[in-house]
């Protein structure tokens, strides 16, 4: 669903202050939860927004003609595709959306963000069996991996850098950074 459960989000905005990034891009931002959030907490942040699925654009007022944007930019289009640079980021939110694709392609798109040379990444997933179809017309809503938690520490550990990890009663977070 274009929304999230409230699990982990004081977790990650306590690394989202400590970290305090200047660039932002939000893979698969539904109704812009993490902007929402994180978006207060240090002005002067370049926020890019890359949703595959277009009506959410308007839906949520991602990006709008006011002055307060939740999106600086916005990409329409599959993240797999996306172009490598806008991964060049200080941090890479896949907030509630790597469960929406295969697991060789979530795998991919991890990868392809560390080595764009982005600097810190954060993951929010199911880590119960939460099976979900199309919702509201989109067919990209559809849980197509169901991860655990365990396999998800070892495709981070894979990437090198430092991983820290909040296990909840629904959500695992994960935040790995390019720092040691």
């Not at 694709?101 to 991890?110: I, K, N, Q, S």
Request: glycine share 8%; net charge negative.
């Amino acid at each position: 669903m274009p929304t999230s459960i409230a699990e982990g989000k004081d977790w990650s905005l306590a690394r989202f202050k400590a970290v305090r990034p200047d660039t932002v891009v939000d893979v698969g931002p539904g109704e812009g939860t993490y902007a929402k959030l994180f978006r207060p907490q240090h002005k002067g942040i370049w926020w890019t927004a890359i949703e595959i699925h277009k009506p959410y654009v308007a839906k949520y007022r991602l990006k709008s003609t006011k002055a307060r944007s939740m999106y600086d930019e916005i990409h329409v289009e599959d993240a797999r595709e996306s172009e490598q640079h806008l991964f060049h980021r200080d941090l890479v939110i896949f907030g509630d959306v790597l469960e929406h694709m295969p697991r060789e392609d979530a795998v991919a798109l991890l990868r392809k963000a560390e080595a764009a040379g982005c600097w810190n990444i954060l993951v929010s997933l199911p880590i119960i069996e939460a099976p979900q179809g199309e919702v509201d017309g989109n067919p990209y809503e559809e849980h197509v991996h169901h991860w655990d938690a365990d396999d998800m520490d070892s495709v981070l550990a894979e990437l090198g850098g430092r991983t820290e990890a909040m296990r909840g009663g629904t959500l695992g977070v994960w935040w790995w950074s390019r720092r040691t």
